[in-house]
């Protein structure tokens, strides 16, 4: 009974039965670095579509696992809470799990901890989204540590399903087992004991190397953006974060701006056909002038890509397509603009109009009108269509003919 208590307790928190509308919908989340460690910095990346916030309206973390840092402010939410827009019903929190809770690593390893319980909510809590755990990587690395392997790509989001995979503009993080993984004869832990040791790192490119990420190694900019990092469960991991970034710009020196590569340019990018990552892995040393080196390396690796796969462009029609004025008449648009929100559609039959909303989700927004009833007693041969989204912009202007009925 104790463990069934506990278990609703981590589900419901006391901010649930605060005053507000309650959403029944919560938000997809997903994080960059696609894995973490609770002690190192992450995004937590939040999809309000459908959720039913109005876009952009300001939006509150509202956590309590293992803690509840903003306890007691339901109802005037704490500016450390508060999220920032990215656009297109995208927000994102970044943070390190363990100070914004203000708690051990070992408490986010544990596998008690019942994982990062979250909803997200309007400062003075007059909307709450439904409840939902946020992903964690405790799994992965198990997984990972048990499997034997040196190294793992972990590409895409949790709730879809990681894969070796990659693709441009989902995130990407490389984990390595350095008791298992070698460059030459030795493992990184190995290696890392050597006196000339400074760090491990990646040299990379897509499409055998026609886009570089550089390997500078007196550039202090470069080796922070490609090294490899130990992560505080004694694996290592290199931060990709998300493809299209990471090669679109090399660091320069110290004052001087980043030289872009053809991805910094949108044109460019759209037209760019991702087949491949090459790679290799090397041991950053120190020589006898206490300059930058490169070591020992793994040689070049190769990576196949994925493909990813773009959300459809909208869709508009209508049933039955040969139409009467004495007929149900459905009105349905897909794979609407994720910002679109409920449509409006005007219908326009001789000296009748006809307003209403097409409710849904984004994938499929849909209004069924009885003909037979709305247009009783009107004389029309066409229907006249217009559908707006929610910030009255038109995405649909149709002309239906009318037939006559049997």
Same mark, same amino acid.
């Given at each position: 009974?104790?463990?069934?208590?506990?278990?609703?307790?981590?589900?419901?928190?006391?901010?649930?039965?605060?005053?507000?509308?309650?959403?029944?919908?919560?938000?997809?989340? *997903?994080?960059?670095?696609?894995?973490?460690?609770?002690?190192?910095?992450?995004?937590?990346?939040?999809?309000?579509?459908?959720?039913?916030?109005?876009?952009?309206?300001?939006?509150?973390?509202?956590?309590?696992?293992?803690?509840?840092?903003?306890?007691?402010?339901?109802?005037?939410?704490?500016?450390?809470?508060?999220?920032?827009?990215?656009?297109?019903?995208?927000?994102?929190?970044?943070?390190?799990?363990?100070?914004?809770?203000?708690?051990?690593?070992?408490?986010?390893?544990?596998?008690?901890?019942?994982?990062? *319980?979250?909803?997200?909510?309007?400062?003075?809590?007059?909307?709450?989204?439904?409840?939902?755990?946020?992903?964690?990587?405790?799994?992965?690395?198990?997984?990972?540590?048990?499997?034997?392997?040196?190294?793992?790509?972990?590409?895409?989001?949790?709730?879809?399903?990681?894969?070796?995979?990659?693709?441009?503009?989902?995130?990407?993080?490389?984990?390595?087992?350095?008791?298992?993984?070698?460059?030459?004869?030795?493992?990184?832990?190995?290696?890392?004991?050597?006196?000339?040791?400074?760090?491990?790192?990646?040299?990379?490119?897509?499409?055998?190397?026609?886009?570089?990420?550089?390997?500078?190694?007196?550039?202090?900019?470069?080796?922070?953006?490609?090294?490899?990092?130990?992560?505080?469960?004694?694996?290592?991991? *290199?931060?990709?974060?998300?493809?299209?970034?990471?090669?679109?710009?090399?660091?320069?020196?110290?004052?001087?701006?980043?030289?872009?590569?053809?991805?910094?340019?949108?044109?460019?990018?759209?037209?760019?056909?991702?087949?491949?990552?090459?790679?290799?892995?090397?041991?950053?040393?120190?020589?006898?002038?206490?300059?930058?080196? *490169?070591?020992?390396?793994?040689?070049?690796?190769?990576?196949?890509?994925?493909?990813?796969?773009?959300?459809?462009?909208?869709?508009?029609?209508?049933?039955?397509?040969?139409?009467?004025?004495?007929?149900?008449?459905?009105?349905?648009?897909?794979?609407?603009?994720?910002?679109?929100?409920?449509?409006?559609?005007?219908?326009?039959?001789?000296?009748?109009?006809?307003?209403?909303?097409?409710?849904?989700?984004?994938?499929?927004?849909?209004?069924?009108?009885?003909?037979?009833?709305?247009?009783?007693?009107?004389?029309?041969?066409?229907?006249?269509?217009?559908?707006?989204?929610?910030?009255?912009?038109?995405?649909?202007?149709?002309?239906?003919?009318?037939?006559?009925?049997?």
């Amino acid at each position: 009974m104790k463990k069934i208590l506990f278990a609703l307790m981590c589900l419901f928190p006391l901010a649930l039965f605060a005053d507000g509308v309650e959403l029944p919908k919560a938000p997809k989340c *997903w994080t960059v670095p696609a894995v973490f460690t609770a002690d190192e910095e992450v995004t937590f990346y939040y999809d309000l579509t459908d959720v039913g916030f109005q876009e952009g309206v300001d939006l509150y973390l509202w956590a309590w696992q293992p803690t509840e840092p903003d306890a007691g402010h339901g109802g005037n939410s704490s500016d450390f809470a508060k999220l920032e827009y990215v656009g297109n019903n995208i927000y994102k929190k970044t943070m390190v799990p363990t100070q914004y809770f203000n708690s051990d690593v070992s408490k986010f390893e544990d596998d008690a901890w019942p994982g990062f *319980w979250q909803r997200l909510k309007t400062k003075d809590g007059s909307m709450w989204s439904g409840v939902f755990a946020a992903p964690d990587s405790r799994s992965e690395f198990k997984e990972f540590k048990k499997s034997g392997d040196g190294i793992r790509f972990f590409s895409g989001k949790k709730d879809k399903g990681f894969t070796d995979k990659f693709t441009l503009d989902e995130p990407l993080t490389v984990v390595f087992n350095p008791d298992v993984y070698k460059l030459g004869e030795k493992t990184l832990t190995e290696l890392a004991k050597d006196a000339d040791f400074v760090e491990f790192a990646a040299h990379s490119g897509l499409n055998d190397w026609t886009v570089q990420q550089t390997l500078d190694v007196w550039r202090p900019a470069v080796l922070a953006k490609t090294g490899l990092k130990k992560l505080s469960n004694g694996l290592y991991v *290199w931060n990709v974060g998300v493809p299209s970034e990471y090669y679109a710009y090399n660091p320069q020196d110290a004052g001087q701006a980043d030289k872009p590569t053809i991805l910094a340019d949108p044109d460019e990018k759209a037209a760019f056909q991702l087949e491949n990552m090459t790679y290799l892995i090397i041991k950053v040393i120190k020589d006898a002038a206490g300059a930058n080196q *490169w070591g020992v390396n793994s040689g070049d690796q190769k990576q196949k890509a994925g493909t990813a796969t773009p959300y459809p462009d909208p869709v508009f029609s209508y049933f039955p397509t040969r139409l009467s004025s004495k007929d149900i008449l459905t009105l349905t648009r897909e794979y609407n603009e994720r910002t679109a929100g409920d449509l409006k559609y005007t219908i326009v039959a001789g000296t009748k109009m006809i307003t209403g909303t097409m409710p849904g989700v984004r994938d499929k927004r849909e209004a069924t009108l009885d003909l037979n009833k709305e247009l009783q007693g009107v004389e029309a041969s066409e229907l006249k269509v217009t559908v707006k989204d929610q910030h009255d912009k038109t995405v649909v202007t149709s002309t239906i003919p009318l037939v006559v009925a049997d």
